[in-house]
């Protein structure tokens, strides 16, 4: 099983919409309330303005899961690779709609990252990479006669 370092406290914000510290980090509110799960790795977080709680994997693919994190990882890695959703279904052993909501669930949450992380961005000149593919002939030339 793959054992993660928990990100600090400073990762995290306040989830409630009417809590003064909304979606702040590293604003100094959140503390560890206890555990979400019997094995004690997952941390209930809470928020000293408004006594929020809520689990540390809230917002993320991992939220609600009942897929390991071993699982949801492979499923991530395959779908990274370019390996379709049959494929990386026979690979993970997952079933086939299992793979579909993870790629839904991870191709919003890449979005959302990359949407908060880039931001302002005065863009003066883009180049764009060409992209290389191979034009097969289809039809053989006709002659003129």
């Not at 006594?51 to 890695?77: C, F, H, M, P």
């Not at 086939?96 to 005065?122: C, F, M, P, S, W």
């Amino acid at each position: 099983m793959m054992k993660l370092k928990p990100p600090p406290l400073s990762a995290f914000f306040c989830w409630n919409g009417k809590c003064p510290k909304h979606g702040q980090r590293d604003s100094g509110n959140i503390r560890v309330d206890g555990w979400s799960d019997r094995k004690k790795t997952i941390r209930r977080l809470a928020c000293r303005e408004c006594g929020g709680r809520w689990s540390e994997r809230k917002g993320t693919v991992l939220y609600n899961s009942r897929a390991g994190i071993d699982k949801i990882a492979s499923i991530a890695q395959h779908l990274a690779e370019g390996i379709g959703i049959r494929p990386t279904s026979r690979l993970t052993g997952a079933r086939q709609k299992t793979v579909i909501r993870y790629n839904r669930l991870l191709g919003q949450h890449g979005k959302a990252l990359h949407d908060e992380g880039v931001r302002g961005l005065r863009v003066r000149e883009a180049q764009g990479d060409e992209l290389w593919s191979f034009v097969g002939k289809k039809r053989q030339a006709v002659p003129k006669g």
